[in-house]
């Protein structure tokens, strides 16, 4: 089945550096993304969306860009923080009645590891 | 708010007994989800619910069982438990259907 995944399994980044972590989506029905931050022994925790009729959209410290022609998707954490040492997961979601429009898919996660 | 709660965070259950993960969530949120997260993986869905006495099969339902009394509860019922049931199980939450679901703390079990 289609699936979501992700480009690297780690990165480390130097502090006050920018991250972006990668992530490609193989169904292009998909039309709606999440972006979740992990910490250890915690649950996700939500830290931007983006729906397929944006193709960039921005929070705090953070940016999510939505490339549909490629399938891809990537996040963007400036200056980076200890804090932001996590595993980052990108999810999908589908349009279409059933199951598959609540399930989010997501992809097996990036480790990112803030050296201060 | 306390948000999404689940409990216990942790169990070890023997093959074939049985328990149930409890989770309730107090932002009056309609759609409750149960996923599961094993090592190194992304989390799969499990069973999801619409509203108080709906209930639906997810990803990987067998083995698993839920019901929805209340809006505030969703408790996910192991009846037989099995090694390959050995995972974290979150529980999540939403106000709308595809929008931003909320995650619980996890509950890790282990079956031996």
């Known amino acids: 089945g289609e699936s979501v995944g992700l480009h690297l399994p780690t990165l480390s980044v130097q502090e006050g550096d920018n991250s972006i972590i990668n992530c490609a989506y193989s169904n292009s029905a998909s039309d709606y993304f999440i972006w979740y931050k992990q910490e250890s022994g915690k649950g996700p925790q939500f830290i931007i969306d983006i729906r397929s009729n944006m193709d960039k959209r921005q929070g705090q410290r953070v940016t999510v860009l939505l490339n549909k022609t490629v399938k891809h998707l990537s996040l963007q954490i400036a200056a980076t923080q200890p804090g932001d040492s996590a595993v980052y997961f990108c999810?999908?979601?589908?349009?279409?009645?059933?199951?598959?429009?609540?399930?989010?898919?997501f992809g097996k996660g990036t480790k990112l590891s803030v050296i201060p | 708010n306390a948000g999404v709660t689940q409990t216990p965070k942790f169990r070890i259950l023997k093959i074939g007994q049985s328990m149930t993960l409890q989770c309730t969530q107090d932002?009056?949120?309609?759609?409750m989800y149960w996923y599961r997260q094993d090592p190194g993986m992304g989390l799969k869905l499990i069973y999801y619910?619409?509203?108080?006495?709906?209930?639906d099969k997810g990803e990987v339902p067998n083995g698993y069982n839920v019901s929805r009394s209340t809006t505030e509860d969703f408790p996910l019922r192991l009846e037989l438990a099995a090694p390959s049931q050995t995972s974290v199980y979150f529980c999540?939450?939403?106000?709308?259907?595809?929008?931003?679901?909320?995650f619980g703390p996890g509950t890790r079990l282990l079956v031996l």
């Open positions: 999810a999908e979601n589908l349009p279409h009645s059933g199951a598959g429009s609540y399930q989010l898919t």
């Open positions: 619910s619409v509203g108080a006495g709906i209930t």
């Open positions: 932002m009056n949120h309609n759609y």
């Open positions: 999540a939450s939403s106000l709308k259907r595809r929008e931003t679901q909320y």
